[in-house]
């Protein structure tokens, strides 16, 4: 990975929202120079939205305040709030089950706007939050970021993050930080659905 800032290949990382940013952030930061890109137009609720944006940002306020005396703040982009783009990803996939085909279509989306946001904004990679839930596909998530890693010419750091306790770890730093953990996906079509985060 190229394009390095501060020492460290620069990252933009997708994430869904604070609870799911924590513990993947903890085990990138010492490798990576880590912009987190909020992007997730899948949240069809306008204040569910912003709590979980909300929340991104306390969680990355938190952790920069805990490294004050280190170098290497993590830093937020925000993606466009756009509904209608995931309704037009979803159409005729509404009545699919939660992580189906209408998962696919939103998580492509989702890390396609985050590979081109890297390869315009001079990142050497992309990377997401996504493959911390429990309830998110990793060979889904691995293959859409590999086909958009070799379409946009940026590096996907590819990682099942829920691996090796991350997801349990991403519970605990939830809890330390006091962080709004929602209980569905972020669109009105999972809520609800068993299989929730």
């Not at 513990?23 to 204040?47: H, K």
């Not at 086909?147 to 991350?166: I, M, P, R």
């Amino acid at each position: 990975m190229k394009n390095e800032r501060g020492g460290k290949p620069a990252l933009l990382l997708h994430s869904c929202c604070g609870p799911c940013s924590t513990s993947v952030v903890e085990s990138l930061a010492p490798q990576y120079d880590i912009t987190v890109y909020f992007y997730n137009p899948n949240i069809t609720d306008r204040a569910e939205y912003d709590k979980r944006l909300e929340n991104q940002q306390r969680f990355i306020d938190a952790y920069n305040n805990s490294r004050a005396d280190q170098p290497g703040k993590i830093a937020l982009v925000l993606g466009e709030y756009e509904p209608l783009r995931f309704y037009g990803e979803a159409r005729g996939l509404e009545n699919e089950r939660e992580g189906g085909e209408r998962c696919r279509a939103c998580i492509r989306m989702r890390l396609e706007k985050t590979a081109q946001a890297a390869s315009l904004g001079g990142f050497g990679g992309f990377a997401t939050t996504l493959s911390v839930s429990p309830h998110k596909s990793y060979p889904m998530i691995s293959q859409a970021g590999q086909e958009l890693s070799v379409q946009y010419g940026v590096d996907f750091a590819d990682w099942d993050h829920k691996k090796n306790g991350g997801y349990q770890r991403s519970l605990e730093l939830s809890r330390e930080y006091s962080l709004y953990r929602q209980n569905y996906c972020g669109c009105e079509y999972s809520r609800g659905e068993k299989g929730e985060k």
